[in-house]
């Protein structure tokens, strides 16, 4: 009988988690996945230094180690801003867990 090998179901697929949340009205609120899975899926055709992000849920992502914060969040809000899911006054939040 030949042995089993573990089978990882719940590894991280890249190295950082992020907390992907807008201010609105003074409230945090998580971003729904909807945003992040448009965000992301753009973002694989267009912009190679955001490739390594994974969407995981509403208001959290994973990234790669060479994914600029800053740059990321930038590019985020415009384009959440862009698709009209953010009003203009409303400001995207990212915080490494």
Known sequence: MEASLPVWLNHFMFARRVLVEYEQNGQ???????WLDSFSMRNF???????????????????GTNVPLDQLQAAMQDWFQ????????????????
């Open 28 to 34: 945090k609120l998580p971003c729904p996945l909807k």
């Open 82 to 97: 862009r698709k009209r899911y953010l009003p203009k006054e409303s400001k995207l939040l990212l915080s490494e867990k």
């Open 45 to 63: 055709t267009n912009a190679s230094i955001f490739d390594d992000t994974l969407p995981v849920s509403d208001g959290q992502m994973e990234i």
